[in-house]
C-alpha cells in the first residue's frame, strides 16, 4: 500500500487498523508446533498428508541439502526450472531505476499524462484541471494486467505488439497534485482540489503498441482509453446486491454504487476482464463520534472506520451530494436510502472491468468478500472444473482468502456475462494453515454452522472479516499479493510485515514464525490432490525477506547481498515460471530503495523443517541461492514497485514505480523521477509511472 497520507517516518509505519482485535487464537496448537516434523510424521499424521497430497514416497528425514531435518512433505514433481540469466543489480540509494547490464528502461505512461488529444501535456506545476484527470493518468500506478488486443479490438491472450493495459491508481501524493501543495485551512476543502484528487484515483484503461523494437508507447486518442475514478458508476452484483444493507441516497435498491477507491493489486480472468481490489477504502470515510446507536458499529469498527475520523483527506466537506456521499453519518430517517449511512459497504469488493468494452459499467463482485483487498489471481483454469480465485486481505493479523465457483468453467464464455457467471456465485474460504503443515479452508456461508449468528450469505460477505474471526482462520503478517505457479498450480503469498507490537514473541505461529517479522516473509501451498477447490492443502515458507546481515535464525534463506530484501509485496508469475517479487518497504531503505527481483521456485516441500529464531518451529523451502534468486531493478527514492505485466513473448517487462519522493512537498521535493532518469539536475517534481524495461539484443526478460 501506498503510504504518503499518513504523516509517517517510513521505518516506524504502520498500516491503519494494523490490529485485528478478534480474539481467536494465531494457532490453538502452538505446543503442537513445537514437535518436529519427524515426530508428527511418526505420530500417524503422514499417512493423512500422503492420501491427501499425492502418492510419492515419503523424502527421508535429513535428506534435503540445506536442512538436516527434512519435512518428509510428500512433493510434487520438480518443476522446470528456467535458468536466471542476468547480472544482479545492486542495492541502491539514488534516484533513478536501474536495471541490469545489457537492459534499458523507458517511461510509458506517468502521473497526468494525457490520454486523449484534446488536453495538454502534464505541465509539472499541478495546473492541471480537475475535470481534465477523467483523461489523465491518475496517481500511485499499481496493480496491472497486459491484454493482448487483436485487430478486430477483441482480446488475443497471444498478441505482443498490440495490447490493452489496465492499471490501478492506488492513491495520490497530495503535495504534487496542486500548484502549492493541498490547501491546509481549517473548514471545508475546495472543491476542486477534492474533484482532482477522486480522479487522481481508480483505474486507467490504455491501448499500448509496440513502437520501435520491443518498446511500447500508448495509443492517444485510442477509442479504448479510459479513467475509471473514484466517482464513475459502478453496478453491484452477487450476492449483497440489493441487500438492505447496500442501499444508499445514490442508488436505492443497493444495486450501484459511485466510485471505486484504493485500487491496489490486482487480478485478471479467463476471459479477458480485469480484476481491480479496493484495499484501504475504510479511511476514506467519514464517521460520526457519535453513533453508537446504529446497529453496525461492530462492522465499521471492524474495517477501520473509526469512531470520530474524518476521512482521508477530508473529501466530505465541500457542499453537494459528490462530497457528502464520504460521509457515513445517519439521519433522522429510518430508511437507509434517505442518506450515506451504508456507503462504506458499497467499497472494500473486488470490481470487475470489460477493457475491451468501453461502454461498458463496471460491476463490484460481492461474492468474492469484502476486505481490504490484495490481488485476486486465478487458479490455472481446468475446462469442466470450478474457477478459483486467491486473495489477501492486507492489514495486520489478517486472513487469506480464496473464491471457488459454482458453475464449471468453460473457456467459451467471454466478457462481463462470464463474470456474472462464475463471480456472482460460489463459496468464500478462508485459510487456516496447522502446525503440521497441513492446512485448510473453511467456508465462510450460512452452510458453516459457526456463522448461525449471520442472517444471511448477504451479511457475512458484507461482514467477511467478522465471520473469519468466528471460524477460527490463521491471523497472517498483512496477506499482499497473490500468484500461481503456472506449471504445477502452486499458490503463493507475500506476507508483507510485521512488527513485534502486533507479532510479539509467544504470538508466532508455524505460518508466521518470526517475532516481529519486519521483513516479511512468502508462504506457498499446494491444494490436495492437485485441485484448486479442495479444501485441504499442504503449505511451507517458499522465502523468508531479510537483510543479508541477519543472523541465521532470522536471514532463514539465506540470503546474500545480491538477492536480500525486505517486505515482499507484488508478486507475479510470468509463463515460464519466472517469480516476480516486488518491495513496498520501510525497513531496510537505509541501505537501498524499493526493489524488484525474480526466482526460480521449486515446490512446496523442497526444503524442510526449521526453527525460526524465538522458537518457533515451521517448514521452509529450499534455499534459493544466488542461482534461483536475484535482484533485477532498484527503484528511485521514497518509492514502492508495485504492478508487474509482459507482453506474452517475454520481451517486454512492465512495472509501475508509485510514489517516488513520497516524503517531499510541493516546496521541498525529495525525488525528480522520472525526469532524473537522464537529467541527473533535474528540478521536476516526482511523479508515478509505469515503465518498460527491455533487452537491449531484443531477447526475452530475465533468462
Ligand atoms: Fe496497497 Fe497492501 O498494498
Ligand atoms: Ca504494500
Ligand atoms: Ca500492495
Redesign the pocket.
Known amino acids: 500500500?501506498?503510504k504518503n497520507r499518513y504523516a509517517h517516518n517510513p521505518e516506524t509505519y504502520t498500516e491503519p487498523d494494523d490490529d485485528n482485535p478478534s480474539a481467536n487464537l494465531h494457532f490453538t496448537d502452538i505446543l503442537q508446533a513445537r514437535l518436529t516434523r519427524r515426530q508428527t510424521v511418526l505420530g500417524g499424521l503422514s499417512a493423512t498428508a500422503a492420501a491427501l497430497f499425492g502418492a510419492l514416497p515419503l523424502t527421508a528425514c535429513g535428506g534435503n541439502s540445506d536442512d538436516d531435518n527434512s519435512n518428509g512433505t510428500p512433493t510434487t514433481p520438480p518443476v522446470t526450472k528456467a535458468t536466471l540469466n542476468f547480472a544482479a543489480v545492486g542495492h541502491s540509494l539514488d534516484d533513478i531505476v536501474k536495471v541490469p547490464a545489457g537492459y534499458s528502461v523507458g517511461v510509458l505512461y506517468a502521473l497526468g499524462d494525457p490520454q486523449q488529444f484534446g488536453d495538454a501535456s502534464w505541465s509539472g506545476n499541478g495546473s492541471e484541471t480537475a475535470e481534465s484527470y477523467d483523461r489523465r493518468a491518475g496517481d500511485h500506478h499499481d496493480g496491472m494486467h497486459f491484454f493482448g488486443l487483436a485487430d478486430d479490438g477483441t482480446y488475443a491472450a497471444s498478441r505482443s505488439d498490440r495490447g490493452v493495459l489496465c492499471l490501478n491508481h492506488e492513491n495520490i501524493t497530495q503535495a504534487y497534485l496542486h500548484a502549492a501543495g493541498p490547501t491546509t485551512a481549517a473548514g471545508a476543502r475546495p472543491a476542486a482540489e477534492v474533484d482532482k484528487e477522486v480522479n487522481c484515483h481508480g483505474v486507467t484503461v490504455l491501448e499500448l503498441k509496440r513502437s520501435t523494437g520491443n518498446a511500447l508507447q500508448y495509443v492517444r486518442g485510442s477509442a479504448l482509453n479510459r479513467r475509471l475514478t473514484a466517482a464513475s458508476r459502478f453496478a453491484i452484483e452477487g450476492p449483497a446486491a440489493g441487500s438492505a444493507r447496500m442501499k444508499t441516497l445514490y442508488s436505492t435498491d443497493g444495486t450501484a454504487t459511485r466510485g471505486t477507491v484504493n485500487n491496489?493489486a490486482n487480478g485478471y480472468t479467463p476471459w479477458g476482464t480485469y480484476l481491480t481490489c479496493e484495499e484501504n477504502w475504510a479511511g476514506y470515510f467519514k464517521r460520526a463520534t457519535t453513533d453508537a446507536a446504529r446497529a453496525d458499529t461492530a462492522s465499521l469498527d471492524r474495517y477501520g472506520v473509526k469512531a470520530g475520523q474524518s476521512g482521508n483527506y477530508g473529501w466530505s466537506t465541500p457542499t453537494g451530494d459528490l462530497y457528502r456521499r464520504w460521509d457515513t453519518s445517519t439521519t433522522p430517517a429510518a430508511d437507509a436510502s434517505a442518506d450515506y449511512r451504508n456507503v462504506a459497504n458499497t467499497f472494500g469488493w473486488v470490481v470487475e472491468i470489460d477493457p475491451f468494452n468501453p461502454a461498458s459499467t463496471p460491476v463490484k463482485r460481492t461474492a468474492l468478500g469484502r476486505f481490504g483487498h490484495?490481488g485476486c489471481q486465478p487458479a490455472n483454469p481446468v475446462e469442466g472444473q470450478p474457477l478459483v480465485f486467491y486473495m489477501g486481505d492486507?492489514s495486520r493479523n489478517e486472513y487469506i482468502y480464496k473464491f471457488v465457483s459454482k458453475a464449471p468453467y468453460s473457456a467459451a464464455d467471454k466478457g462481463l456475462a462470464a463474470g456474472a457467471k462464475y463471480l456472482n456465485e460460489g463459496t468464500l474460504y478462508v485459510a487456516k494453515f496447522n502446525a503440521d503443515g497441513t492446512g485448510n479452508w473453511i467456508a465462510l456461508a450460512k452452510s458453516n454452522a459457526a456463522l448461525a449468528a449471520f442472517a444471511s450469505d448477504a451479511d457475512i460477505l458484507i461482514d467477511t472479516r467478522l465471520a473469519a474471526d468466528l471460524v477460527g482462520a490463521t491471523k497472517m503478517d498483512?496477506p499482499?499479493w497473490t500468484a500461481v505457479h503456472p506449471a504445477n498450480g502452486e499458490v503463493y503469498v507475500t506476507l508483507?510485515n510485521g512488527t513485534a507490537a502486533v507479532r510479539p514473541q509467544g504470538a508466532t505461529d508455524a505460518a508466521n514464525p518470526r517475532p516481529g517479522n519486519v521483513n516479511g516473509h512468502i508462504v506457498r501451498w499446494r491444494e490436495a490432490n492437485s485441485r484448486a477447490d479442495a479444501t485441504q492443502f499442504q503449505w511451507d515458507v517458499y522465502l523468508f525477506g531479510s537483510p543479508s546481515a541477519q543472523e541465521p535464525g532470522y536471514n532463514l534463506s539465506a540470503l546474500t547481498d545480491n538477492n536480500d530484501f525486505s517486505?515482499p509485496?507484488?508478486l507475479w508469475f510470468d509463463s515460464r515460471g519466472v517469480l516476480w517479487i516486488e518491495t513496498?518497504d520501510g525497513a531496510y531503505t537505509s541501505t537501498t530503495n524499493c526493489m524488484l527481483l525474480a526466482a526460480t521456485p521449486g515446490q512446496v516441500g523442497d526444503g524442510g523443517a526449521v526453527t525460526a529464531g524465538g522458537g518457533t518451529q515451521t517448514f521452509k523451502g529450499a534455499n534459493p541461492g544466488e542461482q534461483n534468486l536475484r535482484r533485477f531493478l532498484v527503484g528511485p527514492k521514497e518509492c514502492?514497485l508495485?504492478g508487474i505485466a509482459m507482453t506474452p513473448d517475454n520481451k517486454t517487462l512492465m512495472v509501475n514505480i508509485q510514489h517516488p519522493g513520497e516524503g517531499g512537498t510541493a516546496s521541498k521535493l525529495t525525488s525528480h523521477w522520472p525526469e532524473s532518469q537522464t537529467n541527473g539536475a533535474s528540478t521536476a517534481r516526482p511523479r508515478s509511472a509505469t515503465i518498460f524495461i527491455t533487452k537491449d539484443d531484443g531477447g526475452v526478460i530475465g533468462v
Do not use: L, N, V
Request: glycine residues 8%; contains cysteine; charged residues 50%.
Open positions: 500500500m501506498s491496489c490484495e492486507d498483512r499482499e508483507t517486505s509485496d507484488g513496498d514502492e508495485t
